[in-house]
């Protein structure tokens, strides 16, 4: 579905360091500064013996720390052939700018362990990933305090359980053991609401954009996201919760969905249910019978629509297909998913882009509240929902008592229904969405010099940093 490097031109790490270096050309801070800013603080390699089928086979690991001017830092773990450091480091990097631009205080850190996690058992996953949090732990790169992983690709709440498993049996008087890793499962201390939220991020910013009118008009997109035709690349938890939520609760056309197989497409609009459920029992979406199936997914990139959703791997729009992309509007869910070339010749076309350091951040927030949540060692309502129930439920005595008519039951039961921690993350994921989306529209008006909202979010992030960093010194 995509590839690490653009072929011919730069590599995901120099993409996230040119943008940086223009972002701080454009604010005009010193040189120390900018090395400070574009430096990764610190990088583990770690190579480890695992019993796989009788023999011992090697695996090699990396965690990166870009900055910890905020600690703990943050950032996912993934699983998968074509980890590398230098990945690792520019994901590390997105990570600190991402945190700073929907206000979460953390630095910025990212992991990988190189394996397919296809190849392997149940019972070999742990084993490997259990022995690759003890490595991290030993080393510092995994606490409560300082280092705190999440799901990334390849991997998820199974794998962040083994590890906080791993944490607390090393660390047995920890009493926040629970918050040393994030997406963990609901029953060993994850929030609700986490396995959704990289994918409610992307429609919640996808929503802003449409609430503004000037913003969507740049685009020659009217109206709200109804009706509106999506491609969407890559099934997987993100690209599945978009396109599930787009589809349901905002009634915009799922077109077509693009898979490591191939791609389905129907312009009346995809069952993404039924398709992830297809995919899920045949390991692909070939022989879907809610669509027409196209074997070279690469041209579906291509298709007529208005909003292209990648939501796999990083660099998959590139100088060789950039010309041909045919949205209005690109929403990265993906890390990096549109090159540093093909960014600047969609720039040129007119195509607006929602950056993926932006676009796909309601992972780490509500990674953040999960984080919160385990510290405070009590879920997010628990105190308040009977008390607002109770309320509601004053209110509507007073409203028929005073009219003499009887409140209808469908708002009867939404004003005596008391938030529970489902309501209460996805509002503080909407609303940290729509804050951070404002702040980067408003930086992109404010100066003739920025001209996209890629470069709005790092001025942005880096000005946040910046002050971060004199204040408490580099």
């Given at each position: 579905?995509?590839?690490?490097?653009?072929?011919?031109?730069?590599?995901?790490?120099?993409?996230v360091?040119?943008?940086?270096?223009h972002?701080?050309d454009?604010?005009?801070?010193?040189?120390?500064?900018?090395?400070?800013m574009?430096?990764?603080?610190?990088?583990l390699?770690?190579?480890?013996?695992v019993?796989?089928?009788?023999?011992?086979?090697?695996?090699t690991?990396?965690?990166?720390?870009?900055?910890?001017?905020?600690?703990?830092?943050?950032?996912?773990?993934?699983?998968?052939?074509?980890?590398?450091?230098?990945?690792?480091?520019?994901?590390?990097?997105?990570?600190?700018?991402?945190?700073?631009i929907?206000?979460?205080p953390?630095?910025?850190?990212k992991?990988?362990?190189?394996?397919?996690?296809?190849?392997?058992?149940?019972?070999?996953?742990?084993?490997?990933?259990?022995?690759?949090?003890?490595?991290?732990?030993?080393?510092?790169?995994?606490?409560?305090?300082?280092?705190?992983?999440?799901?990334d690709?390849?991997?998820?709440?199974?794998?962040?359980?083994?590890?906080?498993?791993?944490?607390?049996?090393?660390?047995?008087?920890?009493?926040?053991?629970?918050?040393?890793?994030?997406?963990?499962?609901?029953?060993?201390?994850?929030?609700?609401?986490?396995?959704?939220?990289?994918?409610?991020?992307?429609?919640?910013?996808?929503?802003?954009?449409?609430?503004?009118?000037?913003?969507?008009?740049?685009?020659?997109?009217?109206?709200?996201l109804?009706?509106?035709?999506?491609i969407?690349?890559?099934?997987?938890?993100?690209?599945?919760?978009?396109?599930?939520?787009?589809?349901?609760?905002?009634?915009?056309?799922?077109?077509?969905?693009?898979?490591?197989?191939?791609?389905?497409?129907?312009?009346?609009?995809?069952?993404?249910?039924?398709?992830?459920?297809?995919?899920?029992?045949?390991?692909?979406?070939?022989?879907?019978?809610?669509?027409?199936?196209?074997?070279?997914?690469s041209?579906?990139?291509?298709?007529?629509?208005?909003?292209?959703?990648?939501?796999?791997?990083?660099?998959?729009?590139?100088?060789?297909?950039?010309?041909?992309?045919?949205?209005?509007?690109?929403?990265?869910?993906?890390?990096?998913?549109?090159?540093?070339?093909?960014?600047?010749?969609?720039?040129?076309?007119?195509?607006?882009?929602?950056?993926?350091?932006?676009?796909?951040?309601?992972?780490?927030?509500?990674?953040?509240?999960?984080?919160?949540?385990?510290?405070?060692?009590?879920?997010?309502?628990?105190?308040?929902?009977?008390?607002?129930?109770?309320?509601?439920?004053?209110?509507?005595?007073?409203?028929?008592?005073?009219?003499?008519?009887?409140v209808?039951?469908?708002?009867?039961?939404?004003?005596?229904?008391?938030?529970?921690?489902?309501?209460l993350?996805?509002?503080?994921?909407?609303?940290s969405?729509?804050?951070?989306?404002?702040?980067?529209?408003?930086?992109?008006?404010?100066?003739?010099?920025?001209?996209d909202?890629?470069?709005?979010a790092?001025?942005?992030?880096?000005?946040?940093?910046?002050?971060?960093?004199?204040?408490?010194?580099?």
């Amino acid at each position: 579905m995509g590839q690490k490097h653009a072929v011919g031109g730069v590599s995901f790490r120099e993409s996230v360091d040119h943008m940086v270096d223009h972002a701080i050309d454009i604010m005009g801070l010193d040189d120390g500064l900018r090395e400070a800013m574009k430096a990764c603080h610190s990088v583990l390699q770690v190579s480890f013996p695992v019993e796989i089928d009788g023999r011992a086979e090697m695996f090699t690991g990396w965690r990166a720390t870009h900055s910890d001017h905020r600690l703990p830092v943050k950032g996912g773990i993934r699983y998968a052939t074509q980890v590398d450091q230098d990945e690792v480091e520019a994901l590390a990097a997105l990570m600190t700018y991402k945190c700073a631009i929907v206000d979460v205080p953390f630095g910025g850190s990212k992991g990988g362990l190189m394996l397919d996690p296809k190849r392997y058992t149940r019972d070999q996953l742990e084993a490997i990933t259990r022995r690759f949090a003890r490595e991290l732990i030993d080393k510092q790169y995994l606490s409560p305090a300082q280092n705190v992983p999440a799901p990334d690709m390849g991997t998820g709440p199974r794998e962040m359980g083994w590890m906080v498993d791993t944490y607390r049996r090393l660390f047995p008087n920890d009493i926040n053991y629970m918050g040393c890793v994030t997406g963990k499962p609901v029953e060993h201390g994850g929030v609700r609401g986490r396995n959704e939220a990289t994918g409610r991020g992307v429609q919640y910013a996808l929503r802003e954009f449409f609430r503004n009118e000037e913003e969507s008009d740049r685009a020659g997109l009217k109206g709200d996201l109804s009706g509106k035709r999506v491609i969407v690349q890559g099934l997987g938890n993100v690209g599945y919760h978009a396109a599930y939520f787009l589809s349901r609760e905002d009634h915009a056309l799922v077109t077509a969905v693009i898979e490591s197989d191939g791609a389905v497409i129907n312009e009346d609009g995809l069952d993404i249910d039924a398709l992830s459920n297809h995919k899920l029992a045949h390991g692909g979406v070939e022989g879907f019978q809610g669509g027409i199936f196209e074997p070279d997914g690469s041209k579906v990139l291509e298709l007529d629509c208005d909003i292209l959703i990648p939501a796999a791997l990083e660099g998959v729009i590139t100088t060789d297909n950039a010309a041909s992309i045919k949205a209005n509007l690109i929403a990265e869910a993906a890390n990096g998913p549109v090159t540093f070339e093909a960014d600047a010749m969609l720039q040129a076309r007119g195509v607006e882009i929602i950056p993926d350091a932006y676009c796909n951040a309601g992972g780490v927030i509500v990674s953040y509240f999960e984080w919160i949540r385990n510290l405070a060692h009590i879920r997010f309502g628990r105190l308040e929902k009977r008390f607002h129930e109770a309320r509601g439920q004053h209110i509507i005595s007073g409203i028929e008592m005073a009219s003499g008519a009887q409140v209808p039951d469908w708002i009867r039961d939404e004003l005596v229904r008391g938030a529970d921690e489902f309501d209460l993350v996805r509002s503080g994921l909407d609303d940290s969405m729509r804050l951070a989306f404002r702040e980067i529209m408003d930086k992109r008006r404010s100066n003739d010099a920025i001209k996209d909202y890629r470069m709005a979010a790092y001025v942005l992030a880096i000005e946040k940093i910046a002050r971060s960093y004199r204040d408490i010194g580099y």
